[in-house]
Nanobody, 127 residues
Protein backbone atom coordinates (compact mmCIF):
# COMPACT_ATOMS: atom_id res chain seq x y z
CA UNK A 1 0.00 0.00 0.00
CA UNK A 2 1.30 3.42 -0.97
CA UNK A 3 0.08 6.70 0.44
CA UNK A 4 0.64 10.06 -1.26
CA UNK A 5 0.00 13.47 0.25
CA UNK A 6 0.24 16.64 -1.82
CA UNK A 7 0.87 20.12 -0.51
CA UNK A 8 1.96 23.52 -1.72
CA UNK A 9 -1.06 24.67 -3.68
CA UNK A 10 -2.54 28.11 -3.32
CA UNK A 11 -3.64 31.32 -4.99
CA UNK A 12 -1.11 33.04 -7.22
CA UNK A 13 -1.20 35.78 -9.84
CA UNK A 14 -0.61 35.02 -13.48
CA UNK A 15 3.12 34.86 -14.16
CA UNK A 16 3.85 33.67 -10.65
CA UNK A 17 5.35 30.44 -9.34
CA UNK A 18 4.51 27.64 -6.94
CA UNK A 19 6.19 24.45 -5.82
CA UNK A 20 4.02 21.44 -5.15
CA UNK A 21 5.24 18.56 -2.99
CA UNK A 22 4.10 14.98 -2.81
CA UNK A 23 5.20 12.99 0.22
CA UNK A 24 5.15 9.25 -0.35
CA UNK A 25 4.97 6.53 2.28
CA UNK A 26 4.63 2.77 2.25
CA UNK A 27 7.21 2.05 -0.41
CA UNK A 28 10.54 3.51 -1.48
CA UNK A 29 10.17 6.19 -4.12
CA UNK A 30 13.13 4.76 -6.02
CA UNK A 31 11.12 1.66 -6.95
CA UNK A 32 8.27 3.15 -9.00
CA UNK A 33 7.39 5.98 -11.34
CA UNK A 34 5.34 8.93 -10.18
CA UNK A 35 3.14 11.28 -12.12
CA UNK A 36 1.38 14.61 -11.71
CA UNK A 37 -2.08 15.11 -13.11
CA UNK A 38 -4.59 17.93 -12.85
CA UNK A 39 -8.32 18.37 -13.10
CA UNK A 40 -10.02 21.67 -13.80
CA UNK A 41 -13.72 22.23 -13.04
CA UNK A 42 -15.90 20.51 -15.61
CA UNK A 43 -12.94 18.87 -17.33
CA UNK A 44 -11.36 15.43 -17.28
CA UNK A 45 -8.23 14.72 -15.32
CA UNK A 46 -5.17 15.17 -17.53
CA UNK A 47 -1.52 14.30 -17.51
CA UNK A 48 0.92 17.04 -16.49
CA UNK A 49 4.33 15.46 -15.82
CA UNK A 50 5.98 12.22 -14.75
CA UNK A 51 9.34 10.97 -13.57
CA UNK A 52 10.79 7.48 -13.81
CA UNK A 53 11.99 5.49 -10.83
CA UNK A 54 15.60 5.21 -12.02
CA UNK A 55 17.66 8.01 -13.55
CA UNK A 56 14.74 10.38 -13.07
CA UNK A 57 13.75 10.53 -16.73
CA UNK A 58 11.06 13.20 -17.07
CA UNK A 59 8.01 13.65 -19.29
CA UNK A 60 5.74 16.66 -19.75
CA UNK A 61 2.48 17.60 -21.37
CA UNK A 62 2.99 20.05 -24.23
CA UNK A 63 0.93 22.66 -22.39
CA UNK A 64 3.41 22.86 -19.50
CA UNK A 65 6.71 22.07 -21.21
CA UNK A 66 9.26 24.74 -20.44
CA UNK A 67 7.24 26.11 -17.51
CA UNK A 68 6.91 23.15 -15.12
CA UNK A 69 9.66 20.93 -13.74
CA UNK A 70 9.19 17.57 -12.03
CA UNK A 71 11.89 16.27 -9.70
CA UNK A 72 12.26 14.01 -6.72
CA UNK A 73 14.38 13.39 -3.68
CA UNK A 74 14.49 9.65 -3.05
CA UNK A 75 16.09 10.08 0.37
CA UNK A 76 13.09 12.16 1.45
CA UNK A 77 10.57 10.04 -0.47
CA UNK A 78 9.19 13.25 -1.93
CA UNK A 79 8.30 14.29 -5.47
CA UNK A 80 8.14 17.95 -6.49
CA UNK A 81 6.46 19.89 -9.24
CA UNK A 82 7.84 23.37 -9.76
CA UNK A 83 5.39 25.64 -11.58
CA UNK A 84 6.65 28.80 -13.27
CA UNK A 85 4.98 31.45 -15.43
CA UNK A 86 1.56 30.29 -14.32
CA UNK A 87 -1.46 31.03 -16.49
CA UNK A 88 -5.16 31.18 -15.69
CA UNK A 89 -5.65 27.92 -17.57
CA UNK A 90 -3.34 26.16 -15.09
CA UNK A 91 -6.04 26.52 -12.44
CA UNK A 92 -6.96 23.02 -11.29
CA UNK A 93 -6.64 20.48 -8.53
CA UNK A 94 -3.23 18.86 -8.88
CA UNK A 95 -2.76 15.20 -7.98
CA UNK A 96 0.32 13.05 -7.66
CA UNK A 97 0.07 9.35 -8.38
CA UNK A 98 2.15 6.18 -8.22
CA UNK A 99 2.62 3.56 -10.94
CA UNK A 100 3.94 0.50 -9.10
CA UNK A 101 4.11 -1.51 -12.32
CA UNK A 102 6.44 0.85 -14.12
CA UNK A 103 9.74 -0.20 -15.60
CA UNK A 104 12.86 1.41 -14.21
CA UNK A 105 13.66 3.92 -16.94
CA UNK A 106 10.29 5.13 -18.18
CA UNK A 107 7.13 6.67 -16.77
CA UNK A 108 3.66 6.36 -18.19
CA UNK A 109 1.58 9.30 -19.37
CA UNK A 110 -1.62 7.26 -19.01
CA UNK A 111 -3.88 7.98 -16.09
CA UNK A 112 -5.04 4.35 -16.03
CA UNK A 113 -1.52 3.09 -15.25
CA UNK A 114 -1.49 4.88 -11.90
CA UNK A 115 -3.17 2.88 -9.14
CA UNK A 116 -2.43 5.09 -6.13
CA UNK A 117 -3.44 8.73 -5.82
CA UNK A 118 -3.16 11.55 -3.38
CA UNK A 119 -6.06 13.75 -2.30
CA UNK A 120 -4.99 16.67 -4.47
CA UNK A 121 -3.97 20.26 -3.87
CA UNK A 122 -5.75 23.28 -5.36
CA UNK A 123 -3.85 25.71 -7.58
CA UNK A 124 -5.70 28.89 -8.51
CA UNK A 125 -4.16 31.40 -10.89
CA UNK A 126 -5.74 34.83 -11.04
CA UNK A 127 -5.46 36.82 -14.24
Amino acid sequence: QVQLVESGGGLVQAGGSLRLSCEVSGRALSTFATGWFRQAPGKEREFVAAISSRRGNTYYADSVKGRFTVSKENAENTVYLQLHNLKAEDTAVYYCAADLGSSALVASLRLSDYAYWGQGTQVTVSS
